[in-house]
């Protein structure tokens, strides 16, 4: 819960204030520099030369002589420089003692404009602490394409809160694979931002579900008064990507002298993409042969890949009539349809495709980056009501519209229709001989593999949030108040073209009306009808309102027994429908969810310093969902100080995360994933085409009797200061959940599938026609049907080090350097049959990562230097290597040559990826100052990451840089 710095003007009595622990610092000014002095666990990416750590760290050496003092927070009031207490995440009393016993990591906006990074999802993605299941934007596959979420702990997005001003806001209307629920971090205002919190703990005591790995908070301004503009563009090395960024804050009226206060921001940001084609192997292509590696390249017969001049085999018709049963005769070799052209290369005497075809790079049709543009407002009127209170109103609109390419469609396609086995007959309804089959002179039907040209793939998704808070804070006797009333609407437009509509296909080749030698020749008309643009909007609503106090109980020999009570109460809905609610188009199964709930919680919390050194915090909540129940949540925290120097600190607590529409309402959905049968498996196929990486769908169904995660949360941690400019802290933290909410264990499923067993309960297969090579072998699967349970148990422990150093040259220079550091321990799934799956230095877990996997380490190290009005500062971001292996998939190396049967790489391994930024400021003048950067400045390559599915052959979660190479900006900040 979070309470702005609340200053009461000098005219008027003072409020009665809690009494705060006392202490140890003796100056005035040591005090105000303390409480500005916050933590930042991402300080590689945002150290800078006055840049300190607090809440995790100790408190900071004071400012060098010509420098001047931190000002209060902006509250839209000047000329005061009385000490406030803060309200800090993760507890609802105010301290001034900004150190509190859950670790929490604190940036502030000054931090964000140093490190080079422009938007919130950039800036908190960057802690080290966020890890599996956290969403890049760069991922247009997946099911939220265009948006970014975080996954503290690598509990995946749906266990990490996200708060704006300490309230909750919408989630994105389209859940992650269907079935996690997020905020989108892309429509946050982030020109209004005072400060971002994240809490490194479990705190469902007192925000209730969803705080299990932590919660970020994210705290806009409370006032301002003057006028700042910014300019920036940016572009990358090796071409595409280009990027404008403008924003513009101003402000006017004291609220002490004039009663009221009101400032207005706006910001405007567009990112070019980068295609593909931009870039060179192994990013551009799926022929990774040179490397040891499988050629997928498109065009081939075995891997039912189509080009635009098609690939045509000699056969018959399985069904007389139905063009969908072609079977190749004997010994028959494919043969281009027509010339290779433009794009593509004749190859003959493949030893996996008899005869010839051509060759064609379907990945030239992607991006790396999508295009996208994101412009929002955001204003803020405060007005005084008395001496004591104060009323609010704000709101935000954003919009932000990603733009993405895709390849034209072509004719293979395994679900939800399988088309794998379209022949073109030999003649046509009329009796006449079809024209667009090489064969039909000798009545044979011929099997294609094509892609259309001329119908465009991709997408465009345009999300829309809209949000209002209207609020009072003040104070009445001892006790202080904080209340609100919050509207937030979020609708996303959808459009999609570009994927085959089944009976057009089926009809138009059916009835010869498609020219497929001379694509030029097909009318507009035709092309709409084969691949229709599809449509769709999803909303996502949240409604809330709550009242929370705060007061003094009485006096402890370290300050006073504090009071924290509120409750509140939301309702909260989703409505996102298919895209494909016939399941006409080819590539693009069931994804729908439905719902709506009303929440009601109330929480109290207890803060006791029993000694200067002691100080216990308890608190606990209690919340009623009108689906599923109650829940309790309690948690206690305590931090002991032996000696001025040193603190040491720990928690307990318990939390839940209440099941998402997605789990539990009217919902299912299916999501595709590259999958490689087992070799046994291809063994019994002579290791065919059939049997080679292919798309499986996995559809899941939601349950109503799925029960709600629950977790027990520990952190213990050390914090040491020896002096005042060297600080350290390291926390250890331990989650455990159980009732974890999966779908059945697909792999358990597939094992039961190939070893002939029993099913397990209310799971299926959708079996794959039969391999036309070998008929008589088990037919592949190509859908995993199983529904969400409950599954047993989920287990992460880690470790958070945070070191600060910083110099004084002189009086005008001064270094700092920082790093920070997360290790993940272990990461264990215990599935319902007690099966131990351990993720950690792994791409498990593969469909919750998006196939990005758990590394066991992330971390920063930042060097920054300020000497005069110059502040340079160099960050090192590192990522530790993955097997390519996923233990929720199946055992093994999962990347392998399925020629040789060789692993690829022979190592099994994504190498650990480092990136190296420079970020720079120079104030001309007090009121001008110019910046610029360079991201990746030594240009280093994403690791090759042939198991990832969210790009080609990199990992984008953790090295989207790699791929985008060094980039440039430069900027102007003007303040009037």
């Excluded at 799925?706 to 933290?733: H, M």
Aim: aromatic fraction near 8%.
């Amino acid at each position: 819960m979070l309470r702005f710095l609340h200053i009461p003007p000098p005219h008027s009595p003072s409020p009665t204030p809690l009494r705060l622990r006392r202490l140890t610092m003796k100056t005035h000014a040591h005090m105000a520099l303390r409480r500005h002095g916050l933590a930042m666990s991402i300080a590689a990416a945002l150290a800078c030369a006055c840049g300190t750590s607090a809440a995790q760290n100790a408190p900071p050496p004071p400012a060098p002589a010509t420098q001047p003092q931190a000002p209060p927070a902006d509250t839209g009031q000047k000329g005061t420089t009385e000490l406030a207490a803060i309200t800090v995440t993760g507890s609802a009393l105010p301290r001034i003692d900004v150190e509190t016993p859950s670790p929490v990591t604190t940036i502030t906006a000054d931090q964000i404009q140093k490190s080079g990074l422009t938007t919130v999802s950039d800036v908190i993605r960057a802690v080290s602490a966020d890890n599996s299941g956290s969403i890049p934007p760069a991922f247009t596959g997946g099911f939220a394409a265009g948006s970014s979420g975080v996954a503290l702990r690598g509990l995946t997005v749906n266990s990490t809160l996200v708060l704006i001003n300490g309230r909750r806001a919408a989630n994105y209307p389209l859940a992650d694979d269907g079935q996690r629920s997020f905020v989108d971090l892309n429509t946050i205002p982030s020109n209004a931002i005072e400060r971002i919190e994240v809490l490194k703990d479990g705190a469902s005591s007192l925000y209730g579900a969803d705080a299990i790995a932590g919660v970020v908070n994210i705290i806009l301004r409370p006032g301002y008064q003057g006028t700042e503009f910014s300019a920036d563009v940016g572009t990358s090395q090796h071409g595409g990507g280009a990027t404008r960024r403008a924003t513009v804050l101003f402000g006017g009226g004291d609220l002490r002298k004039d009663g009221w206060n009101a400032y207005f921001s706006a910001e405007y940001q567009k990112d070019d993409r980068i295609k593909v084609g931009d870039r060179g192997y192994p990013y551009n292509t799926n022929d990774l042969t040179r490397s040891g590696g499988n050629n997928l390249i498109g065009g081939q017969p075995s891997q039912n890949s189509g080009s635009p001049y098609g690939t045509v085999t000699p056969g018959t018709l399985g069904t007389p009539g139905d063009v969908t049963t072609g079977i190749a005769d004997p010994g028959a070799v494919a043969q281009p349809l027509s010339a290779c052209g433009a794009g593509s290369t004749l190859v003959t005497n493949d030893p996996n495709n008899p005869g010839s075809y051509c060759a064609f790079n379907r990945t030239r049709y992607f991006d790396i980056s999508p295009e996208m543009e994101r412009q929002g407002i955001y204003g803020r009127f405060s007005l005084k009501i008395s001496d004591t209170s104060q009323a609010y109103i704000d709101a935000s609109y954003y919009q932000v519209r990603t733009q993405f390419r895709g390849p034209p469609p072509q004719i293979q396609a395994s679900t939800p229709n399988n088309t794998n086995a379209i022949a073109l007959p030999a003649t046509l309804p009329d009796g006449s001989i079809n024209p667009n089959n090489p064969f039909a002179a000798d009545g044979k039907a011929a099997l294609i593999n094509y892609t259309f040209p001329g119908i465009p793939g991709g997408g465009d998704n345009k999300n829309h949030n809209m949000r209002i808070t209207g609020g009072m804070t003040g104070s009445w006797g001892d006790w202080s108040y904080d209340t609100a009333l919050v509207f937030n609407h979020e609708s996303l437009d959808i459009s999609t073209p570009g994927l085959l509509n089944y009976n057009a296909l089926v009809a138009a080749v059916t009835n010869g009306t498609y020219n497929f030698l001379n694509s030029s020749a097909n009318s507009p008309e035709l092309l709409r009808a084969l691949g229709p643009t599809l449509q769709k909007t999803s909303t996502s609503d949240l409604q809330s309102f709550d009242f929370r106090v705060t007061r003094p109980l009485m006096d402890l020999p370290g300050g006073s027994l504090g009071l924290a009570t509120g409750l509140d109460v939301r309702h909260e809905e989703q409505n996102d429908p298919d895209l494909n609610p016939d399941l006409a188009a080819q590539g693009l199964g069931i994804a729908h969810t439905k719902g709506h709930r009303t929440v009601s919680g109330a929480y109290v919390e207890l803060d006791a310093p029993f000694l200067e050194s002691l100080e216990v915090d308890v608190s606990g909540r209690y919340d009623h969902y009108s689906d599923f129940g109650k829940n309790f949540s309690p948690k206690i925290g305590i931090k002991w100080k032996p000696i001025e120097q040193l603190a040491f600190r720990g928690t307990f607590s318990k939390g839940f995360r209440a099941p998402s529409f997605a789990e539990n309402g009217s919902s299912e959905s299916e999501g595709f994933a590259t999958y490689t049968p087992p070799p046994e498996f291809q063994a019994l196929h002579n290791n065919s085409g059939y049997v080679q990486p292919y798309p499986l769908a996995f559809l899941t169904a939601a349950n109503p009797k799925v029960k709600p995660e629950r977790s027990k949360s520990y952190t213990f941690g050390i914090l040491f200061q020896p002096t005042q400019d060297l600080s350290a802290s390291i926390d250890y933290y331990r989650i455990k959940k159980t009732g974890v909410i999966g779908q059945q264990s697909p792999a358990a499923v597939l094992d039961a599938y190939y070893n002939g067993q029993p099913l397990p309960p209310a799971s299926s297969i959708v079996a794959d026609v039969p391999d036309p090579a070998a008929p008589n072998a088990l037919p592949r699967p190509l859908v995993v049907d199983a529904p969400y349970v409950n599954q047993n148990a989920l287990e992460t422990k880690g470790i958070d080090l945070d070191l600060k150093g910083g110099f004084n040259f002189n009086e005008s220079t001064r270094f700092t350097s920082e790093i920070n550091l997360t290790r993940i321990i272990t990461w264990v799934l215990t599935l319902e049959d007690g099966t131990k799956l351990q993720f950690v230095g792994t791409h498990g877990p593969y469909g919750l990562s998006s196939g990005a996997g758990t590394p066991r380490y992330r971390g920063s190290w930042a060097n920054s230097l300020q000497i005069g009005k110059l502040n340079i500062t160099g960050t090192v971001y590192y990522t530790s290597g993955l097997k390519l292996t996923a233990p929720d998939v199946a055992p093994g190396c999962q990347s392998t040559n399925t020629t040789t049967g060789d692993n690829f790489p022979l190592s099994c391994r994504m190498s650990s990826f480092t990136e190296v930024d420079f970020t720079g400021r120079y104030d001309l003048t007090e009121k001008v100052a110019i910046t610029g950067s360079i991201m990746n400045a030594f240009d280093r390559k994403a690791p090759l990451d042939p198991l990832n599915y969210a790009a080609f052959n990199y990992n984008p979660t953790y090295s989207q840089s790699g791929a985008v190479g060094r980039f440039f900006t430069v900027g102007v900040r003007v303040k009037l």
